[in-house]
Nanobody, 125 residues
Framework: QVQLVESGGGLVQAGGSLRLSCAAS????????IGWFRQAPGKERDFVAA????????RYADSVKGRFTISRDNAKNTVYLQMNSLKPEDTAVYYC??????????????????WGQGTQVHVSS
C-alpha cells in the first residue's frame, strides 16, 4: 500500500508558476499510476493529470493542457506537477493519489487511494 503527501502549494499571481510534489512511502510506488486532482470550495474533486508507472502514458484535463506538466522520479518516490500560466480558476486544494487498478491511466476517482492531506494553491488576479 502507498501513502502520499503533497507539498509545494502557495499564493501566486495570475500568470505565475508553481511546482507541486507528491511524495510516497512504500516500496511499491513505482507500480502505480499516480493522479493529481483538485477541489475548489463547494465543488467536486476534479481530475487534473495522471501518469503511468513508467511515465510513458500521461493524461491531462482539457483545462490544464499546455500549461501543466506531470512527471515522476521513481528513484525518489515522487511525482511532480509543474503548473505554468496559472489562472484564478486554478485556485483549489490539490491532491495526489494512486490508482489501485494497475496498468491503466484514468481520470475517475473511484479506484484511486492513498490520498494525502492536499496542498492549497491560490491564484490571485
Amino acid at each position: 500500500q502507498v501513502q502520499l503527501v503533497e507539498s509545494g502549494g502557495g499564493l501566486v499571481q495570475a500568470g505565475g508558476s508553481l511546482r507541486l510534489s507528491c511524495a510516497a512511502s512504500g516500496r511499491t510506488f513505482s507500480s502505480y499510476t499516480i493522479g493529481w486532482f483538485r477541489q475548489a470550495p463547494g465543488k467536486e474533486r476534479d481530475f487534473v493529470a495522471a501518469i503511468s508507472r513508467s511515465g510513458g502514458v500521461i493524461r491531462y484535463a482539457d483545462s490544464v493542457k499546455g500549461r501543466f506538466t506531470i512527471s515522476r522520479d521513481n528513484a525518489k518516490n515522487t511525482v511532480y506537477l509543474q503548473m505554468n500560466s496559472l489562472k484564478p480558476e486554478d485556485t483549489a486544494v490539490y491532491y495526489c493519489a494512486a490508482d489501485l487498478v494497475l496498468g491503466r491511466v484514468v481520470s475517475g476517482t473511484a479506484t484511486y487511494d492513498g490520498w494525502g492531506q492536499g496542498t492549497q494553491v491560490h491564484v490571485s488576479s
